[in-house]
């Protein structure tokens, strides 16, 4: 199967059918979108579905993936051919495509829904685009090869995972003004944050650890050992759970948020990279890369209950509700 070498060393030097049907509490209307890259395309899969439902044809080769605060639109980012997808949920179908000047990669949609912020993989800056006219309206630098980014939106914070620089980036969402830059571990690519407990996590994939980084005082305040190349870190809704992919060991590390200790290691496809929970922390799902599958996970009872089949090569989620669309 062609798996784009290009990005796959880049990569590597991001980012997200079985058995039984699921036990574990999730709501139907939970929509899980996912961004296939080889495949380009977006499928959508109905949290408690044992299969993919409308699968959207986008520009190609998509990567970062996020959905408007409203559910109404999903912001898909193509770094090799310079381009955000705006899609219509509702319709289906790309409403617009945005030019980019550079290579976008990671992405967060503010409050608002009007801008996106975007991580330039090669240019080491990190854009704000106006969504209504595709202008980039402010741009700084942050640190070597940014892959993920979140937005603090509380306190108005944007934070960047700066692989080759092996530091968390910390910018102003408005003025994008440096706040801090932040030492974690070895290659750092997926980042997340939880509002629950105001923490940042970091996935770091040479140093096969995770950083946990307090939102307010902008201090490391652990550093959890996980397995080989993680390459995606979620958050369950309220903040109890921390979920980890393991690229190298086909695996998703399965951690306590309050004690911070791993209290499951569980298999799942091969080449997990993007991971995410579902409108609950019983349900948790993850992208396979090289499997071209969705692993949906029993939280609760710490295992992979079925693989879903969704477009060649699954990178990226983003988890939206169907009365929305």
Known sequence: ?????????????FFSLAATPPTCRASAAAILYVASQNASSISEIEASSTGEGRRIAIEREPVGLALSPDGRRLFATHPEA?????VDVAKGSVERSISYPGTPFGIAV???????????WNRDVVSKVDVGTGAVVKEAPVGRSPAGLVFD???????????EADAVSVRDADTLAAIAAIPVGKAPFAITFSPALRRVYVANVRSNDLSI??????????????GNMPYGV???????RILVSNQAAGSVSLIDARSLKIVAV??????????????TAD???????????????????ETEIRQIKVGSGPRSLALGSANEK
């Open 266 to 279: 569980i298999k799942v496809g091969q080449y997990p990279e993007g991971v995410i929970f579902g409108s």
């Open 234 to 240: 979620a958050a369950s809704p309220d903040g109890a």
């Open 153 to 163: 939106d509380a306190k108005r914070r944007l934070f960047t995972a700066d692989r």
């Open 213 to 226: 980084i307090d939102a307010d005082s902008l201090q490391v305040i652990a550093t959890v050992p996980v």
């Open 82 to 86: 310079g381009q955000i997808s705006v």
């Open 283 to 301: 349900m948790a799902f993850v992208a396979n890369w090289f499997s071209d599958t969705i692993s949906v996970v029993d939280v609760a009872r």
């Open 1 to 13: 199967m062609k798996r784009s070498l290009k990005w796959r060393l880049a990569y590597l030097a």
């Open 110 to 120: 503010d409050a608002d829904g009007g801008h996106v912020f975007i991580d330039d």
